[in-house]
T-cell receptor, first 117, second 117 residues
Framework: GAGVSQSPSNKVTEKGKDVELRCDPI?????LYWYRQSLGQGLEFLIY????????KSGLPSDRFSAERTGGSVSTLTIQRTQQEDSAVYLC???????????????FGDGTRLSIL | SQQGEEDPQALSIQEGENATMNCSYK?????LQWYRQNSGRGLVHLIL?????REKHSGRLRVTLDTSKKSSSLLITASRAADTASYFC?????????????????FGQGTILTVHP
């Protein structure tokens, strides 16, 4: 597609359940990022992918959070045993690799609004 | 933690007026970017200014960067009701991980701009 696509757009689930959030980046963008946006914390970096590998996972808040990327394209962010503090908007962004194109902006999807009851 | 601090937190103006938003940051940067976010949507890249640049223009947008003061400003001239949104500055720091370099973005808390018709 023309832009970054995220699904679902909204997700409501009960505390303790697992959730999977999907991101489909812009075709040809090898760099992919996940961010979390919440009222108290603003926009926080979670993880960076280059191709299928994740050289920077420093923003994942706990071991309940994991992410993978396959085929250098679609990425899935999984949250296990969800807690109420996981409620937030999860944003995905993609860009060209910096090595080939420095100072690239990141292109964001519209996010998944996650609500934990 | 958020590196950038933006002020004001909220700005309310009339159509036709100019809007100025400021951003301060704490560490060295490679570039600074401004993004806009409409309610319920993802972030849209507006403009990028490199650390060796002092001013940049794009349409009705003017961005300045003062690396000695670690601050930037975004000016929107002749504002329109459609400019109503949240505006975020993001500082980019070049990092190396897993054999690749990438620009890691750290966002400010944002300024909520309301333009009244």
């Amino acid at each position: 597609g023309a832009g970054v696509s995220q699904s679902p757009s909204n997700k409501v689930t009960e505390k303790g359940k697992d959730v999977e959030l999907r991101c489909d980046p812009i075709s040809g963008h090898t760099a992919l990022y996940w961010y979390r946006q919440s009222l108290g914390q603003g926009l926080e970096f979670l993880i960076y992918f280059q191709g299928n590998s994740a050289p920077d996972k420093s923003g994942l808040p706990s071991d309940r959070f994991s992410a993978e990327r396959t085929g250098g394209s679609v990425s899935t962010l999984t949250i296990q045993r969800t807690q109420q503090e996981d409620s937030a908007v999860y944003l995905c962004a993609s860009s060209l690799a910096r090595d080939t194109s420095p100072n690239q902006p990141q292109h964001f999807g519209d996010g998944t609004r996650l609500s934990i009851l | 933690s958020q590196q950038g601090e933006e002020d004001p937190q909220a700005l309310s103006i009339q159509e036709g007026e100019n809007a100025t938003m400021n951003c301060s940051y704490k560490t060295s940067i490679n570039n600074l970017q401004w993004y806009r976010q409409n309610s319920g949507r993802g972030l849209v890249h507006l403009i990028l200014i490199r650390s060796n640049e002092r001013e940049k223009h794009s349409g009705r947008l003017r961005v300045t960067l003062d690396t000695s003061k670690k601050s930037s400003s975004l000016l929107i001239t002749a504002s329109r009701a459609a400019d109503t949104a949240s505006y975020f500055c993001a500082t980019a720091l070049d990092l190396n991980a897993g054999g690749t370099s990438y620009g890691k973005l750290t966002f400010g808390q944002g300024t909520i701009l309301t333009v009244h018709p």
